[in-house]
């Protein structure tokens, strides 16, 4: 079930020719991340390529999927074709569980409400061979780690903390549902070859430090945006040093500075750790080709010269962090922080402490925050904040249970939430008197945006390791250094806390009672995915039609954008998000944020048909019903932010045939193009303002649409003139054959119908 050991026994046994081709290529000694991509290219290279500029084809090992984007990526997957995904896939039930009272009635609420969603998810893994984990199972990135991660492997998920396997020292990347459909499907999948950091670590954590406060303290040197395009690569005494679910810690939280993944090394941790998790034999394996899975040893020496930019960070000086508020790269050390909190006005009182989550949810997580819970018990202090703790998945819940850990949080008050994201993604229902009263809270997550935990603006978030929100839990203070200052206990003695102390790994080994997995059937042909007819929150998808054949005449103008249109604009999330498994009830927010040229309103375009002024999904409907097509019309970097493939699939789903702007950004006009539409550019960014609210269009030259050709538009005003204008494309001769088939899943469809 679990791992697919023959396909890491194949990666391994190619990875020494691999990596000395790359050598050969590059000419010179490589860092591990080059190791892993260059061994995990689509098709072999001869030419290398450039970092931060070259787009390369990559074929990841594996892919994950969470709940809530699963649903439209599985959903187009279906439509494909293939009986069943093409490498190992895992679908995940962790962001739709609402924390409210505790795990077990949390969770019985969850399986009620969501029971549509999770019955299709179900259905829909078993049919085409993907691992399914309940609602209830864990969160994505510690069951990943505890189950599929490995050394040198390169893997994909829906969800952006999806890094946190690099732990394991595996290339795990954040993406949106239309790469993993990609991949699943047996297409390569795209990728900016990125840059390298390189973080030097000496010395070795002690005390109060933590993993965490080492990924605190990049994102404090880095900033939300230090690393992006790039990936992080840890290494020195120190990196080797720390154990496996302590660099995954970092990995996951190198999303916070936007990078594109992070990576430690393969050494003995990681080998303890994948013993421990019944993975032996792929610790067996990882250590035959053990120099492959480390950065070459000149790297080590003179790092500056193959990382594009190095940091160095001493283990044995580092402090805890605090992070925040509502950012994860305000970095106050925790001795600066009290000053901080007094100077900037933040509340300090501490109403509530969250320990646990994918960031933090570990063994050594729990036993050393358990260690300081058991110091309040013994040394009669009072716990002065609500407490909770969310285990990352049932493998860490059902141990520390067996170990009285769970207990001892039980006796100073904690409450246990399900395994699920809950708090961490806004999915709690938080008890507060007054929701406009300014409040802090702390976690050991890893975002603190203002919000993002239960949707207050005046919640002042703050993020550190699980031993010190443990520590200001029980002071019940945020001015409280656990390192220096003493509490008050019952008897009303000055008492101090110890260090914290743990166990890197449970010492009696992990054990389980029901996992929550349940794997694929072993042929799926007769499984039927299930989808009520009814539900207005999954909809099956039914392949777009293939373009017709001639050139696209009688177009009507929909809107003609004007300024900023990211994929929010083109698809808002916030309460559409329910509707993101159903096409037809999400189309409803098409285009609703973006500015109308003529009226500078949102939502408001004039439909040529009947002359009225209307929503822009209605007036697409409109002109669908009709059989007009229509066109959208933008302005520069049209699509920029996420590559919710949902921006693509609307307005291809209502009608229009092409997006014609100044220019595009790159994921959403690639998205536009595996969805069947046409993605054009003003080849005279003028010409934009030559577009007027009556025009009907014509698109001409697609009878020989060819990579490199420009188009020819023309404009046909109401007044009776038109404007002929030259459009251009980036199609290359593949990205053709999706715009005939009507889209690229179409084009496999046809591959495994043949
Ligand atoms: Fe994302 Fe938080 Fe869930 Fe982790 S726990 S997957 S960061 S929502």
């Not at 404009?715 to 980036?730: A, P, Q, R």
């Amino acid at each position: 079930m679990v791992f697919d050991i023959d396909m890491i026994k194949k990666l391994y046994a190619a990875l020494p020719g691999k990596v000395e081709a790359t050598r050969k290529l590059l000419g010179r000694p490589l860092t591990l991340a080059e190791k892993i991509l260059y061994a995990h290219l689509y098709a072999p290279t001869t030419s290398s390529y450039e970092r931060g500029k070259s787009y390369v084809e990559f074929a990841p090992d594996r892919v994950a999927m969470q709940d809530a984007t699963a649903q439209m990526a599985l959903l187009q997957f279906m439509t494909c074709g293939r009986a069943s995904v093409a490498v190992p896939s895992t679908v995940h039930c962790d962001h739709l569980i609402q924390a409210k009272t505790g795990a077990a009635e949390d969770l019985a609420t969850a399986i009620n409400t969501n029971k549509e969603v999770y019955d299709f998810l179900s259905s829909i893994s078993d049919k085409y061979g993907i691992g399914f984990w309940k609602p209830g199972a864990g969160i994505i990135h510690q069951v990943v780690l505890e189950n599929y991660a490995f050394p040198g492997g390169m893997m994909i998920g829906t969800d952006s903390h999806t890094p946190n396997a690099g732990g394991l020292g595996m290339l795990a990347i954040g993406v949106g549902g239309a790469d993993a459909v990609d991949v699943m499907a047996g297409l390569a999948w795209e990728l900016k070859m990125p840059k390298l950091i390189g973080v030097k670590l000496t010395g070795k954590l002690s005390g109060w430090a933590s993993p965490k406060d080492v990924i605190l303290r990049v994102a404090g040197i880095l900033t939300v945006k230090g690393g992006t395009g790039c990936i992080v690569e840890y290494f020195g005494e120190g990196a080797d040093s720390m154990s496996a679910t302590g660099k995954g810690t970092i990995c996951n939280m190198g999303a916070e500075i936007g990078a594109t993944c992070s990576v430690f090394a393969y050494d003995q941790k990681m080998s303890d750790y994948l013993k421990i998790t019944s993975r032996a034999e792929v610790a067996e394996l990882a250590d035959g080709v053990r120099e492959h899975l480390r950065p070459d040893e000149a790297v080590y020496q003179n790092p500056d010269k193959f990382y594009d930019q190095v940091i160095e960070i001493n283990l044995d000086e580092l402090e805890p962090y605090v992070n925040g508020p509502f950012t994860p790269d305000l970095a106050w050390p925790i001795s600066k922080f009290a000053q901080a909190v007094k100077e900037n006005n933040w509340p300090e009182k501490l109403e509530v402490a969250l320990i646990g989550s994918c960031t933090n949810s570990s063994y050594e997580d729990i036993s050393r925050s358990a260690s300081l819970a058991k110091q309040a018990i013994d040394k009669k202090l009072k716990v002065h904040s609500e407490f909770t703790i969310t285990p990352g998945s049932e493998l860490v819940r059902y141990t520390i249970e067996r170990d009285g850990l769970l207990n001892t949080f039980d006796q100073i008050g904690g409450v246990v939430l399900a395994n699920a994201c809950g708090p961490c993604i806004g999915q709690w229902a938080r008890h507060i008197d007054d929701p406009n009263r300014k409040n802090s809270i702390i976690t050991s997550f890893n975002r603190n945006f203002a919000k993002r935990n239960d949707g207050l603006a005046s919640t002042h978030a703050f993020v550190a390791s699980p031993e010190i929100v443990t520590a200001l839990a029980i002071a019940g203070d945020l001015t409280f250094n656990p390192l220096t200052d003493t509490l008050k206990n019952v008897n009303g003695e000055d008492v101090k806390l110890d260090e914290p102390t743990g166990f890197e790994l449970p010492p009696k080994g992990f054990d389980v009672k029901d996992a929550g997995y349940q794997a694929p059937a072993a042929d799926g042909s007769g499984v039927e995915v299930i989808v009520s007819p009814t539900s207005d929150r999954l909809q099956l998808l039914a392949p777009f039609k293939p373009w017709e054949g001639t050139d696209l005449k009688g177009l009507k103008l929909l809107i003609k954008a004007k300024g900023k249109c990211t994929t929010d604009h083109i698809s808002m999330a916030g309460p559409w998000l329910k509707y993101r498994g159903h096409l037809d009830n999400i189309s409803n927010n098409m285009l609703i944020g973006a500015i109308n040229a003529y009226n500078d309103k949102t939502d408001n375009v004039k439909n040529q048909l009947s002359g009225e002024y209307g929503a822009v999904p209605a007036t697409a409907r409109a002109y669908k019903a009709a059989n007009v097509g229509s066109i959208v019309v933008g302005d520069e970097n049209y699509g920029e932010g996420s590559s919710r493939e949902h921006a693509a699939m609307e307005p291809r789903h209502l009608g229009v045939r092409a997006i014609l702007v100044k220019s595009f950004a790159r994921i959403h006009e690639t998205n536009l193009k595996k969805q069947g539409m046409l993605a054009l550019t003003f080849n005279d960014k003028d010409d934009y303002e030559k577009v007027q609210e009556d025009d009907t269009i014509d698109i001409i030259g697609l009878t020989s649409f060819a990579p490199g050709k420009s188009l020819t538009v023309v404009l046909y005003h109401s007044n009776g003139t038109e404007d002929s204008i030259t459009v251009n494309h980036t199609y290359n001769e593949q990205q053709i054959e999706w715009f005939k088939a009507g889209g690229a899943l179409n084009v496999i469809r046809a591959q495994f119908a043949a």
